[in-house]
């Protein structure tokens, strides 16, 4: 029997509302996804908040870089869609462990908070650690949130040295890898599966791609069309 694939929403459901938004997120959760993938930097007031951008200028009508930001300046500006910027507590409290949390953290800075808010909604707000996965591209993010609590499950994104990645993802217990599909072979995902981890593909979108990653036995596809998986 085939083992599902996962469906991940990229940054909420990125092809049919702006990214990273509540009603993205919401939109995702509307499509029976099993996860969605969300990015984080952290403000100039030290919350954290969901962007992928390091600057506002692309889907916001503001302009500038997020960490010189406060929170309560994010609030007021309007994404595409006159959509607000969430604080990834927000995102947090919206899924309410309903499926798996992919965050991936992209700004400096934002591995110790995530990890603390991780752990406060496992402790108090009925997460399980089962429905949140902490992904980056970044190294040192990802050690500092294995540091500060082992128990939050790791994912390693990467575009290139697959060698060095595995090696990483062994020294800090990652669950998963999550490797640009344009990466992908049927071997080096059978190589990947057989090192224990789960292989994550983003960001495909196209129907041939999508049929081509899914031959290759993949635990999941992050997509900014997860109606299409």
Known sequence: MESKILKIGHRGAKGHLTENTLESVKKALSLKV?????????CASGQLVVFH?????RITDGT???A???FNALKKLKTKGAYQIPSLAEVLTLVDNKCLLNIDLKGPDTAKEAARIITFYVDKKGWEYKNILVS??????LEVVYEANNKIPLGVLT?????????????IKA??????????????????????FKVFAFTVNNLNPLERVKSYGVDGIISDYPDRI
């Open 34 to 42: 099993d996860g969605i993938e969300v990015d984080v930097h952290r």
């Open 175 to 196: 669950v998963s890898i999550h490797p640009d599909y344009t990466m992908l072979t049927e071997e080096i995902v059978a190589e990947l599966k057989a090192d224990d």
């Open 64 to 66: 500038g870089e997020v």
């Open 159 to 171: 575009d290139n040295n697959l060698g060095k990645t595995i090696a990483f993802a062994k020294k």
């Open 53 to 57: 951008d390091f600057t506002v200028d």
């Open 68 to 70: 010189k930001y406060n």
């Open 136 to 141: 980056s591209f970044q190294e040192d993010l």
